[in-house]
Structures are given as C-alpha cells and as structure tokens.
C-alpha cells in the first residue's frame, strides 16, 4: 500500500521569503502526485499535480513542485511567499490507472505566515 | 459554474442517532468519491462511485456506514446509531471520470457526535 510522509507539522516562514514543504511517498512505482491546499473552513484546492515527463511541475498562485524519483519526493516550493499563502498544505499520491482506490493523504503541514 | 455542494455544512448529533450527509457533484461529472477528514487519522479515503456502477465498499471504517448515488449524480453517505469517534468533516470530491482527472473537493460537512 502506499504511504505519504510530510515530515513538517508546522512550518513558520516570513512574509516575502521562500517556501519549500517536504513531501516523501512509498510506492512501488511511480505514482500520480498531488499538492492540495486547505484555507480555513474551505474544501480542498488542487495545487498541482504530476503525472509523467518533466519532472518540475507549475501550479496555481505561483506555486512549483519537483519530482526525484531517487528520492522518492515531490517537494513544494514558493519563491516569495504572500500572508494569503497561510493555511494547510497536503501531498497526496493515487495509484496510477486506480482512481477508484481514491487518494493517499499525508498528514498535512500547517504553514504560518509571520509579517 | 456551481462547485461541489455538500449539506448540510455542520451536524450535531446525539450518540446512536442516524445522520445522512449529501453531495451534489459538478454537473457532468461521473466519478465522485467521498472521505473523511478527522485530528487523529488525517484524510481517509472512504468510497468511491462511477456512474451508476455499484461501489467498492471496502473502504467504509464499519458497517455502520453506507453510502449510495442516485440516478448517478446526488450522493448520500449515511452513519448508523454514530459513535464519538465518528465526528469528523466529511469531503466529497467529483471528477470527469478519467483516472488523470482533477478531484475537485466541496466544503465538507462537519459532523459532531455528542
């Protein structure tokens, strides 16, 4: 089965300065990679996601990911981050050709933003 | 166009009551798929519905849930006699159907079991 690790619960970072959030999955291939973002009392917003071929993905609202296979990550970076950017961040991962098995969540990491 | 539309938004219950949660997809989309979101287990993938196809039920944490798609759109989740550990937000998401294609999520319903 497939697991998702997103090693920082909490991350503070000022405003104007660069973001990276750390995602690492297990899987036995490659799979399908998501970030979603979560604002306070809304659903989740697709970020981005990654499915095959360039390995450096570019989202919404200025947001990229890369992929390493080696490393089995798909980390989330910003370069210059806004106080609207403050609220919850989640790597996700399906098993490619098995959307019904819906998607793999990691725990999620909490992002503050300091003025 | 309209997202996708859960209700009610909040839901306070008594323990060993019956609660329906509703999910209205994106109109056109096929898939839709529901999960819950709670402190101690983060997000949790619960089921998932294509069309009119009859659902993998395996997902659902106990028998006590059930969850159903009329005329393949409008879905119910439903949770028999509810336990404290039931209280959760309940997303539902709908996609175009393809395995590649985006989820997009509604607000969630919030359920409380006292």
């Known amino acids: 089965a497939q697991s998702v690790t997103q090693p920082d619960i909490h991350i503070t970072v000022s405003e104007g300065a660069s973001l990276e959030l750390r995602c690492n999955y297990s899987?036995?291939?490659?799979?399908?990679l998501f970030w979603y973002v979560q604002s306070p009392g809304q659903g989740l917003q697709l970020l981005l996601k990654?499915?095959?071929?360039?390995?450096l993905v570019q989202g919404i609202k200025g947001f990229e990911a890369e992929f390493k296979r080696s490393q089995s990550s798909f980390n989330l970076r910003k370069p210059s981050v806004h106080w609207s950017d403050a609220a919850e961040y989640f790597c996700?991962?399906?098993?490619?050709?098995?959307?019904?098995?819906?998607?793999?969540f990691g725990k999620g990491t909490h992002l503050i933003i300091q003025p | 166009g309209a997202g996708v539309s859960q209700s009610p938004s909040n839901k306070v219950t008594e323990k060993g009551k019956d609660v329906e949660l509703r999910c209205d997809p994106i109109?056109?989309?096929?898939?839709l798929y529901w999960y819950r979101q709670s402190l101690g287990q983060g997000l949790e993938f619960l089921i998932y519905?294509?069309?009119?196809?009859?659902?993998?039920k395996s997902g659902l944490p106990s028998d006590r849930f059930s969850a159903e798609r009329t005329g393949g759109s409008v879905s119910t989740l439903t949770i028999q006699r509810t336990q404290q550990e039931d209280s959760a937000v309940y997303l539902c998401?709908?996609?175009?159907?393809?395995?590649?294609?985006?989820?997009?999520f509604g607000p969630g319903t919030r359920l409380t079991v006292l």
């Open positions: 998401a709908s996609s175009l159907g393809q395995f590649t294609d985006t989820q997009y």
């Open positions: 899987y036995g291939a490659t799979p399908y």
């Open positions: 990654y499915f095959s071929g360039d390995t």
């Open positions: 996700a991962v399906e098993r490619p050709g098995g959307g019904a098995d819906g998607l793999t």
């Open positions: 109109s056109g989309h096929t898939a």
């Open positions: 519905f294509q069309g009119n196809s009859a659902p993998d």
